[in-house]
């Protein structure tokens, strides 16, 4: 069970909303996974910004590699959002 959950050398999420990334507008208010071995890490996300939040995108890195991935996972945009991505 650890091996897997350590297998995600790398994880962070950019939130984008307009141009609030750049003026540090947008919080993130919670931030979590939940390992599900052998099938899965589920990871949450919680955050909040004074403009509306419409694109997420979540970068990880498995194990040593050297490339980094991204995902797009869905969600309904607006000033606060909940999101939640299984990986795999």
Known sequence: MRR???ALFFVSWL???GLALAE???RVTSQAYENRF????V???????????KKITFFYRIGSSKSTSY?????TPG???EVSYPFP
């Open 4 to 6: 897997f959950a350590l």
């Open 24 to 26: 540090g507008e947008i």
């Open 43 to 53: 990871f949450q996300l919680k955050a909040e910004a004074d403009k509306e939040i």
């Open 71 to 75: 995902a797009y996972p869905s969600f």
């Open 15 to 17: 939130v984008a909303a």
């Open 38 to 41: 052998p099938k899965e890490i």
């Open 79 to 81: 000033r606060v959002v």
